[in-house]
T-cell receptor
Framework: GDSVTQMEGPVTLSEEAFLTINCTYT??????LFWYVQYPGEGLQLLLK?????DKGSNKGFEATYRKETTSFHLEKGSVQVSDSAVYFC???????????FGQGTTLQVKP | KAGVTQTPRYLIKTRGQQVTLSCSPI?????VSWYQQTPGQGLQFLFE???????NKGNFPGRFSGRQFSNSRSEMNVSTLELGDSALYLC??????????????FGPGTRLTVL
């Protein structure tokens, strides 16, 4: 079945460092891909999305490119801030099912 | 526009009891999905409702059920609670008119603790 694999965390970075969180997927068909972020004690917030191959999603300095050839959707940010500390989830949806399949989440801690 | 709201935010129950959680989607959204989040299993899909009909169901026992009302508000029910049902239950809504059907917007969740 469909699945999403994220790099293990936690990831600890200093402020202004470059961030990459790896995400790969397995899916039949042509899924839509998402990154969600979860701050402590809160629900999930959609960070960015891409619906077809080579699409680049971007928001708040974060970017991810839908790579069909490598089945990947890696999250990047050029300069992280302390306020970016959170748990990041990669997810896919396949077909109009109303179902998201999530990776296990990657905790990011940014130190001043 | 108001976001997805979930009530209650926190709940403590004992084993064997039942519980009902409520979710109000974003105005105009007709699809509501429910997820269970635990440290061990991560985020798992429970079910999705659209126009009062369950369209999809995850791999959970029959103790987990749900429904959707004509105003798109949804409830989920867990009967005969077990310790392992302790989790954050998240509700998400989506609209068919955003161009990306599965762009889901999440509520803050209900934290259920089973003692």
């Amino acid at each position: 079945g469909d699945s999403v694999t994220q790099m293990e965390g936690p990831v600890t970075l200093s402020e202004e460092a470059f961030l990459t969180i790896n995400c790969t997927y397995t899916a039949t068909g042509y899924p839509s891909l998402f990154w969600y972020v979860q701050y402590p004690g809160e629900g999930l917030q959609l960070l960015l999305k891409a619906t077809k191959a080579d699409d680049k999603g971007s928001n708040k300095g974060f970017e991810a490119t839908y790579r069909k050839e490598t089945t990947s959707f890696h999250l990047e940010k050029g300069s992280v801030q302390v306020s970016d500390s959170a748990v990041y989830f990669c997810a896919l949806s396949s077909g109009n099912t109303g179902k998201l399949i999530f990776g296990q989440g990657t905790t990011l801690q940014v130190k001043p | 526009k108001a976001g997805v709201t979930q009530t209650p935010r926190y709940l403590i129950k004992t084993r064997g009891q039942q519980v009902t959680l409520s979710c109000s989607p974003i105005s105009g959204h007709r699809s509501v999905s429910w997820y269970q989040q635990t440290p061990g299993q991560g985020l798992q899909f429970l079910f999705e409702y659209f126009s009062e009909t369950q369209r999809n169901k995850g791999n959970f026992p029959g103790r987990f059920s749900g429904r959707q009302f004509s105003n798109s508000r949804s409830e989920m029910n867990v009967s005969t609670l077990e310790l392992g049902d302790s989790a954050l239950y998240l509700c998400a809504s989506s609209s068919m008119w955003t161009g990306t059907y599965n762009e889901q917007f999440f509520g803050p969740g209900t934290r259920l603790t089973v003692l």
